[in-house]
T-cell receptor, first 114, second 114 residues
């Protein structure tokens, strides 16, 4: 069966510090991968998605970047965090082939920028 | 462009009462529609989905939803609320283009009173 792991689960960082959130998927090949951010009371905002290694699409201009160095690994990064980067970050995957539309989510990473 | 509107950011019901969470969508193509549930500090779990075929869709935990094309709606119902149903619920529509992306509504927090 497929599993998705995100880490760290919680993170408290000072303004201006770097960020690296990691996500890995097991049990599937060539998945589509996604990073969403959930801010309090604002639903889920798609940040990045990837259909393959090195292929990243950004949905909104921001202080963050994403990379996909391996087929089942997706990394969210920042060089200098802003207060507004605080939120709950969710990684997700969907099937690359025979896709029926649904996304499967990790447990999330809560980032607090102070 | 696809979009989702969830009516009511907070819904409160008594235990044993009917649960009705409203979702309306906008889509230029036949939509794939989803309901997800999120418990505090956790990822999103798929409750049910509509792709094609039968318009009444049954999901986990006794929830069901009906796709009504004429009303562009996909409301979520459960005949009898349980305390464990207290959570945040998200409706989403799929954009089956380059990869597939989900566009989420803002979410509805369900409170169940004893």
């Amino acid at each position: 069966s497929q599993t998705i792991h995100q880490w760290p689960a919680t993170l408290v960082q000072p303004v201006g510090s770097p960020l690296s959130l990691e996500c890995t998927v097991e049990g599937t090949s060539n998945p589509n991968l996604y990073w969403y951010r959930q801010a309090a009371g604002r639903g889920l905002q798609l940040l990045f998605y990837s259909v393959g290694i090195g292929q990243i699409s950004s949905e909104v201009p921001q202080n963050l970047s994403a990379s996909r160095p391996q087929d089942r690994q997706f990394i969210l990064s920042s060089k200098k965090l802003l207060l507004s980067d605080s939120g709950f970050y969710l990684c997700a995957w969907s099937a690359g082939t025979r896709n029926t539309g649904e996304l499967f989510f990790g447990e999330g990473s809560r980032l607090t920028v102070l | 462009a696809q979009s989702v509107t969830q009516l009511g950011s907070h819904v409160s019901v008594s235990e044993g009462a009917l649960v009705l969470l409203r979702c309306n969508y906008s889509s230029s193509v036949p939509p794939y529609l989803f309901w997800y549930v999120q418990y505090p500090n956790q990822g999103l779990q798929l409750l049910l989905k509509y792709t094609t075929g039968a318009t009444l869709v049954k999901g986990i935990n006794g929830f069901e939803a009906e796709f009504k094309k004429s009303e562009t709606s996909f409301h979520l119902t459960k005949p009898s609320a349980h305390m464990s149903d207290a959570a945040e619920y998200f409706c989403a529509v799929s954009v089956m283009e380059y990869g597939n992306k989900l566009v989420f509504g803002a979410g509805t927090i369900l409170r169940v009173k004893s």
